[in-house]
């Protein structure tokens, strides 16, 4: 496959608004959509948020500004227009996920503490206990849009996913959650490419579909182990 989708540019939250550190979330809702669109239709964060509904995650004690979650990045896309949904999968799908290279993007929350050192583009005055939402772009190396810096970086796979999964974990989720969204395929493709480009979307919705799933029943499996154990 030789179709080139289009990569969104970075958006940054560090735009100087009263909201700024609390809208990772939002900053990761307009990336999506700039992706979703070809970057025809650009969002603010700011303006993300009013789409999503200011958030639904705890306020800010000293701005009022409120965090938000994947549920919240899903409603502002829908209320524009851009259809996302999420995938709830282990570590290991995730990873299988993330490592290609496709039409999919996705954004993802981690722990931020999990960092890797001197990659949090803050300078290190982040603070502990730091939850945070970043854009992934599949691939090897995958390309990692952290709205705390003011460009793409580059963070590996792996470390993304340990900061994610130490985020699941701690928020009492059942694996790790991939907000997607699916970037169009370019007006200049020809013929063949667009198709075989839709149906390798296709594909991939149900592959996604059939990770989600997996996971889902093995951990169904996992639970019941104590109870359908032989004495």
């Known amino acids: 496959m030789t179709t080139a989708f289009y990569v969104p540019k970075h958006v940054t939250q560090r735009t100087g608004s009263t909201c700024q550190f609390s809208n990772c979330w939002a900053a990761v809702g307009a990336w999506l959509h700039g992706a979703a669109t070809a970057g025809l239709a650009a969002i603010t964060p700011e303006a993300f948020r009013i789409q999503a509904g200011g958030g639904s995650g705890r306020p800010n004690p000293t701005t009022g500004c409120h965090s938000g979650f994947e549920t919240d990045m899903v409603e502002g896309l829908a209320h524009l227009g851009v259809h996302a949904r ?15 290279e496709r039409r999919a993007i996705f954004g993802i929350a981690v722990d931020y503490d999990a960092w890797p050192k001197g990659a949090d583009c803050m300078n290190g005055v982040a603070g502990p206990d730091v939850n945070h939402m970043v854009g992934i772009i599949g691939g090897r190396p995958i390309t990692v849009m952290n709205p705390l810096c ?16 130490k985020y699941s974990t701690q928020s009492g989720r059942d694996g790790i959650w991939l907000t997607r969204v699916l970037r169009p395929v370019p007006v200049t493709a020809p013929p063949d490419e667009a198709r075989i480009a839709e149906l390798e979307a296709q594909v ?8 989600e799933a997996s996971d889902l029943l093995a951990r169904a499996r996992q639970g019941l182990e104590p109870f359908t154990r032989k004495p």
């Open 86 to 100: 999420i995938l709830k999968v282990g570590f290991e799908q995730a990873k299988a996920i993330l490592s290609q």
């Open 204 to 211: 991939a919705d149900r592959d996604d579909a059939i990770a």
């Open 150 to 165: 003011l460009d793409y970086q580059a963070v590996g796979l792996l470390a993304v996913l340990r900061a994610a999964q």
